[in-house]
Structures are given as structure tokens and as C-alpha cells.
């Protein structure tokens, strides 16, 4: 267990080029004016909040029969999350550990990992999860903060709907529509290491009730600190761009094109055991084009959206993965009738990963792999009691060309016995597909003695055969809508079975001097393991101006025993990176004069059997004070890790690297709109 240096450094004054630009932008207030509060919204009306995930259809929030969270763009901006992780800490269910400057590991209800296989990302309906190894390239996913109307987070399976990886969770973010962005928008920020941003966006409305938005925006994140206190030279730079097109609204005929484009560089000082540590710049570019069009039908509303989407990642001299991926998605709403509410689609996705290695450590057994992917979802919502009992029942078909296809159904009670009050139960199954590393990669996991000898190299070996992992899983969840108030509680249990896992495949020793002998690991489908725990979540408006809200999470995640030692201990590396309990706090209170002022509390449990020095139990606390000038300028100065606890927070894994460490950091940031 990792004890730490927990002694405190004074705050530092904001440099001078900080001051430098806290001067130009209080310059720019020469214009300003009253505005009123900014917490009028009743939390009465969050029931009535849409949402797209649980049921791929706009539906009340109050109406879902799942764990689901809306972090809306007043929650965003309130929190003053820079990145999406960032926002997802106020999410219960949701583990979110930051493991350097711009590397995160993002899971639902277990399984945290660089990498986390088993949750299913979206932005505007495009998956952004990497068919390498199943995950999302957080250090890639740096949108635009205000371009973001909300983030939908279901916690439990959504495969029946949504398709592999949607395994414990989805989330989905939602930007804004093109007319909800006219007029420009600059952004000015600087932190207390000297490191600037800027960012730039421009709405326009067009001839015919049409609407475009573009953006520009750089990405210059300070580094973390070694456990010596040096830098661990992982600063994150970089820069994006992109539009929205969106036609005039007219009823369910409308359609929209959007697009981006980035190029930015996340490096790590890699951990090469005994032949020391290497400096290695991940480079990551991409680019993306969507089109969607909905439209009415003789019967009922349908909806078509495609896209097209490159993607790059180069580890310096190492190696590199480029990935193609061109998706198709077609679904059609029925009207109700007799009770019945009928909603079905077809997809159809093709990715092409092609990989590079200058290294040993990286051994692929396919430099070029095509994965294609047919699907077809049904789902019948019924309404068993008017507005009181419904049942859906769903399920998808998926077909992949690596592995067998999979039927993934599902099963949802709903009971409003009240207006206020819902209680849900599900049970869902569900399916991870083998990503192309499951399949083709041998990779360098570590070394560690292993007599006779006095050191030897870990290798994991590619395995073509391996088949889906399944779970099972059951909830019930109960929310209640107050005065002034809503509140929920959720139980689950998921049972995971045919887990991708590494059993012992033998000694051998390798034709070089000095012979370092190779322990074999053998990947199969023979791990099972299980999640169960609670989620509660609420918010409270205390009086005009002031907000509360708290989440917290308790869970359990265990492996199968095993008398495999070999399947044991990676069982446990496995486990041993998921807390077993982590609570979010936050109070949004409004000042006389247009100020705010928020107050974050963060708590996550200590990650047990890391390797040392570990990671402790820690809680960090933020504070952000913001004060708007008119209605054109806004100033915000937040401060992360208020009292400076200096704290690291996960093990990195898939790249071993050293534990980076946070400490205080201080941001001032500027908007001007006109």
C-alpha cells in the first residue's frame, strides 16, 4: 500500500503569462450588465428530459426502465470539465481514474481498463471504440466541451439495441444542433504551468431555415509528476476541427452532416524492465464524415445514418495501427397500436486494421485484418397497464466474420405506481466480440523471475479461435421524483462467462545471448467472474441558487477460483484495478452580481494488489468560481485538487508505464460571444 508524500506545497501565483491574459479578458468587460440566476431550471422537469439510448427513440427520462444518467451542458460547464472523463466522475456506476495528463480508464460497473472492452462509446450515434483492442483512445476524444448538448450514460447492458461492447454500459454523447450554436465563440484559457488554449467557433443560419457550425480548437494539457516529484513528460498537445450541417427542422423530415478532424501527440516514458524505460511519443490523427436523414413513412418514422471514419496511432519507432471503418444503420419506429410499439433496424459495418512493428514487443500474426459486421435489432414496448406496467422485449442479431453470430436479447418490466415513483427490473445478455488484438497479437506483457532462472519474459500469444464473452446480467433499480428533488437506487449482478484469459503455455528459450527464457501465456475463453453492488445517485435544490447533488457507488468484483496459478494471477491483475467503492459530491451555488460558485468532492477506494508503491484510497476536492460580464464575456478560475493532496490514482496497463501523479492545478479561462 502506497503511502505517499502527502505534504502540502503553498499555491503558486499564476505566472505572468497567466496574469497576462486575466488582464485582456477583464479588459474585455467594459460592456458588462446584470444577468439573472442560472439554476432556474425545477429538477421537477429533469424527468421530462429526452433521451435516445434505452430505447433508440426520444423518451422521457422518468419513462426508462434503466439505470440512466443525463449530464446536461449546465452540468458540464458547472463542473468545469475540460475532457469527457472529466464529466463522467459525476456519474454513479462509473469508475473514472486519470492515469497521466491525457490518459484515462473509463469503465462501468467493472472491468476498468486503459482500454475498458465491455462499454460502448458513441458520439452522435458513431462508435468511437477501436477495434484494436476493443476500448476508446480517450487521449483521441477531445472534443469541443460547449459543442455538447448532453451525455447519456446507461449503466447495464444495452446490446440488445446497440451490439457487442455494449456490454455493461453505454454512453452516448449528444452535440448541439447547428442552430442552437449561432453567433461566434471564443475561448482563452491558461493554467499555472504556463500552458495556453484556444478555441474558436462560428454559427451561421443559412437560405432556407438551414444551419452550420464549425470549430477550431488546440489541446495543450501540463504534464503529471513522477513519484520523485520530476515531470513524467506526458503533456498533451495537439489540435481539432469540424462541422455541423443540419437542415431546417419540418417534423421527422430533416437531416444532418457533420465531420472533424485532429492530430494530436499523448507520449508516456514507457517501463521496459530490466533494459530500462523509453520515451515514446503516441501520435494520434484522424478524421471522420456522418450523414443522417430521418423522414416520415406511410407508417411511422424512419431514420438511415452512415459514416466513414480513419484513424491512426503511431508509438514513436515502435509500432503503428491505422484503422478504416465505413458503419450503415437503418432503423424504422412504428406508431403504437393495441398496446404495442414496434421499433426494428438493420446494420451493416466493415473495418480494415492494419498494424506495424519495429519491436519484439509487438508480434502480429495479421498485419491487415477486414472485420465485417451484419446486425438486426426488434424491440416491442407494451403497455400492459395504462401508464403504469410496461414490458419490452428486444433482441439483435450479430454476425461477425471472426466468430460466430451471437443473439443478444433482453427483457424490461416498468411500474409507475405514481407520478413520482418508478421501479424497473431487466435482465439483458450480452456479448463482447474478440477485438483484433484478442485475435492476432503477441504481446510482451512483463517479466518476473521464474526459477531456475533468475528473470524471464512474459509473452501472451495471439489465439484466432477465441470466441465472445457473455454475460448475463440482472437489475432493479427504483426513482423517485421530489418537489424539489429526484433520487435513485439501483442493484445489479452481472455474471460474466467465456472471459478472455491466459493459462500456461510453456518455457522456451529463445536464440539469443544471454538466453532469456519466455513463458508462454495461451489465451482461451476459460475465465469466468462476476459484478454485483448499488448505485445511488440524487440532487436536491436546497432554495433559489442552490443546488446538491451526490453518487455513489458500492461494488464487488470477483474471478472464479481458479487452480490455474497462472489464470489466478492474471484473474487477479484484473480485479485488483476496480475500487470497491467511490462517491462524487457537488453543491452549484449562484451569487449576488452574476457570480457562481461550485464545489466538488471526489472519493475513490484504494485499488488493491497493485504493484508498489499502489494506489492508496484518496479524496481530492475542486472549486471553481465563475463570473459572467453582460451577456457576452464569462471568466471562470477553477482549481483542481484544491487542498493538493498529491495523489496517482490507477496502474497504467497494456503500456507499462511508471505511476504518474496530480497535483494542485489551477485554470483561468475566458469566454467571449458575440
Do not use: C
Request: aromatic content about 8%; cysteine-free.
Amino acid at each position: 500500500m502506497r503511502t505517499g508524500n502527502h505534504w502540502l506545497r503553498d499555491m503558486a501565483f499564476l505566472n505572468q503569462r497567466t496574469l497576462g491574459v486575466g488582464v485582456l479578458l477583464l479588459g474585455l468587460s467594459s460592456a458588462a450588465g446584470a444577468t439573472g440566476h442560472l439554476l432556474d431550471l425545477s429538477l421537477e422537469e429533469l424527468g421530462d428530459i429526452q433521451v435516445l439510448s434505452v430505447s433508440r427513440k426520444a423518451q422521457r427520462l422518468a419513462d426508462t426502465a434503466a439505470a440512466v444518467t443525463v449530464i446536461t451542458a449546465e452540468d458540464i460547464r458547472r463542473s468545469g470539465a475540460r475532457s469527457v472523463p472529466e464529466a463522467l466522475r459525476l456519474v454513479p456506476g462509473v469508475q473514472v481514474a486519470q492515469i497521466g495528463a491525457g490518459r484515462w480508464a473509463v469503465s462501468v460497473r467493472g472491468f476498468n481498463s486503459r482500454f475498458a472492452s465491455k462499454l460502448l462509446v458513441q458520439v452522435d450515434g458513431r462508435s468511437v471504440y477501436s477495434p484494436m483492442f476493443s476500448g476508446v483512445f480517450w487521449s483521441a476524444q477531445t472534443l469541443m466541451m460547449e459543442d455538447i448538448e448532453r451525455i447519456e450514460v446507461v449503466r447495464g447492458p444495452g446490446a440488445s439495441l446497440w451490439g457487442a461492447n455494449a456490454v455493461n454500459g453505454v454512453i452516448n454523447i449528444v452535440t448541439h444542433k447547428a442552430v442552437a450554436t449561432m453567433g461566434a465563440l471564443v475561448r482563452a484559457s491558461i493554467d499555472d504551468r504556463g500552458k495556453p488554449e484556444l478555441a474558436v467557433r462560428q454559427g451561421l443560419a443559412l437560405d432556407g431555415g438551414g444551419a452550420l457550425r464549425v470549430y477550431a480548437h488546440s489541446i495543450n494539457r501540463s504534464a503529471f509528476e513522477t513519484a520523485g516529484g520530476g515531470s513524467a513528460r506526458d503533456e498533451q498537445t495537439g489540435w481539432r476541427t469540424g462541422f455541423r450541417l443540419d437542415s431546417a427542422a419540418t417534423g421527422a423530415d430533416h437531416w444532418t452532416v457533420s465531420g472533424d478532424a485532429y492530430r494530436q501527440r499523448s507520449p508516456e516514458v514507457l517501463a521496459l524492465g530490466s533494459a530500462g524505460s523509453a520515451y515514446s511519443p503516441f501520435d494520434f490523427e484522424g478524421a471522420h464524415l456522418l450523414a443522417q436523414r430521418s423522414w416520415a413513412m406511410p407508417v411511422g418514422v424512419a431514420s438511415l445514418r452512415g459514416y466513414v471514419d480513419y484513424a491512426d496511432v503511431v508509438l514513436g519507432a515502435l509500432a503503428g495501427a491505422t484503422v478504416y471503418s465505413g458503419d450503415l444503420d437503418f432503423q424504422h419506429r412504428l406508431p403504437a397500436s393495441g398496446g404495442h410499439e414496434w421499433i426494428w433496424g438493420l446494420g451493416l459495418r466493415h473495418q480494415q486494421v492494419s498494424v506495424r512493428s519495429e519491436v519484439s514487443v509487438f508480434d502480429f500474426m495479421k498485419d491487415e485484418a477486414r472485420m465485417q459486421t451484419f446486425s438486426a435489432f426488434v424491440q416491442d414496448e407494451i403497455e400492459l397497464l395504462p401508464q403504469q406496467l410496461r414490458l419490452t422485449l428486444g433482441a439483435r442479431l450479430e454476425a461477425r466474420n471472426t466468430t460466430r453470430p451471437q443473439i443478444q436479447p433482453t427483457a424490461r418490466v416498468l411500474w409507475s405506481p405514481t407520478s413520482r415513483d418508478t421501479v424497473w427490473t431487466q435482465w439483458s445478455r450480452a456479448a463482447r466480440t474478440p477485438s483484433y488484438g484478442d485475435l492476432y497479437a503477441s504481446l510482451v506483457t512483463g517479466s518476473q523471475p521464474y526459477p531456475p532462472f533468475a528473470l524471464a519474459t512474459l509473452v501472451s500469444q495471439a489465439n484466432p479461435q477465441l470466441e465472445p464473452e457473455t454475460l448475463n446480467a440482472v437489475e432493479l433499480g427504483y426513482r423517485r421524483q421530489f418537489e424539489r428533488g429526484n433520487a435513485e437506487a439501483v442493484l445489479f449482478r452481472h455474471r460474466y462467462s467465456r472471459l478472455i484469459g491466459n493459462t500456461l503455455g510453456g518455457v522456451r528459450t529463445p536464440g539469443r545471448f544471454p538466453p532469456l527464457p519466455e513463458v508462454i501465456l495461451l489465451r482461451d475463453n476459460h475465465s469466468a467472474a462476476v459484478s454485483e453492488g448499488v448505485e445511488l445517485g440524487g440532487e436536491l435544490s436546497v432554495m433559489r441558487g442552490l443546488r446538491l447533488g451526490a453518487a455513489y457507488t458500492a461494488m464487488r468484483f470477483s474471478f472464479d477460483a481458479s487452480d490455474d496459478p497462472v489464470r489466478a494471477g492474471a484473474s487477479d491483475t484484473v480485479a485488483n484495478r476496480n475500487a470497491d467503492h467511490w462517491l462524487s459530491a457537488w453543491a452549484r451555488i449562484d451569487l449576488p452580481g452574476a457570480q457562481e460558485l461550485d464545489l466538488q468532492l471526489r472519493h475513490v477506494g484504494a485499488l488493491t494488489g497493485q504493484p508498489s508503491p499502489g494506489v492508496a484510497a484518496y479524496t481530492v476536492a475542486d472549486l471553481r468560481y465563475g463570473r459572467r460580464f453582460g451577456r457576452h464575456l464569462d471568466i471562470a478560475l477553477s482549481i483542481t485538487n484544491l487542498f493538493d493532496e498529491r495523489y496517482t490514482a490507477f496502474d497504467s496497463d497494456y503500456f507499462p508505464s511508471a505511476y504518474a501523479y496530480d497535483r494542485r492545478r489551477i485554470l483561468l479561462t475566458g469566454r467571449w460571444m458575440f
